[in-house]
């Protein structure tokens, strides 16, 4: 049955979905790497498909900007129409010294500054961390793309423009990039009792003022797609 946000119906969506923020990059992976992809949402721009990747069933959702609209669109395939996983692959702005730009980062755990935990009334501070099977799944896949790679603690920030300029505070607790909806996803899907991960790609290194182009950023990060494929087909 759709939702407000998707025009879906039952058995439209994969098991498996990946789950970029820009819809414009989701129509890209349908596109490029899907076998005879249908559209299933276009409701607020925000594309859908499904189709076949090495012959198993794959979804791709835009999820927006931000944890709340990520929160939405997580928070419906996973309760509405029964996905197990989402592999959310995204851009980010480099904070450790080692990473670099266009590399990829695997989020192994998602720091935040955002009270999106607060709705489980939990008696202390709740850590979001990936899906152990999706996140070895994806180092493999890694490691056999022979790319460069990072996996441990990211941050999903509330805040773009940041006036307090607390990338260095961060930096200080080993966190290796930033970004802005990892911690919701793996929240709802902790909640859910499914599977998460956030597979991103360098795409600014704000600390040493230096970005890639808007085109660059829709279009241009494979290895991040390829990962997120390749672990999406090894988890079926």
Known sequence: MPTPHNNA????????VLMPGDPLRARFIAENYLEDPVCYNEVRGMFGFTGRY?????SVQGSGMGMPSIGIYSWELFNEYDVDNIIRVGTAGAVADSVELRDV???MSASTNSAYASQYRLPGTY???ASWKLLSSAVNAAE????????????SSDTFYDDADSLADWLKMGVLAIEMEAAALYMNAARAGKNALC???VSDCPLKGLSTTAEERQTTFRDMMEIALEAAVKVK
């Not at 119906?9 to 498996?16: E, L, R, V, W």
Request: aromatic fraction near 2%; hydrophobic fraction near 40%.
């Open 105 to 107: 980062v695997i989020g």
């Open 144 to 155: 056999e793309k022979n790319c460069r790679f990072h996996v441990g603690n990211i941050l």
């Open 9 to 16: 119906k039952k058995g439209d969506i994969a098991k498996t």
């Open 54 to 58: 090495k012959g198993i069933p794959v």
């Open 127 to 129: 850590a979001p961390t």
């Open 199 to 201: 597979i991103l790609t």
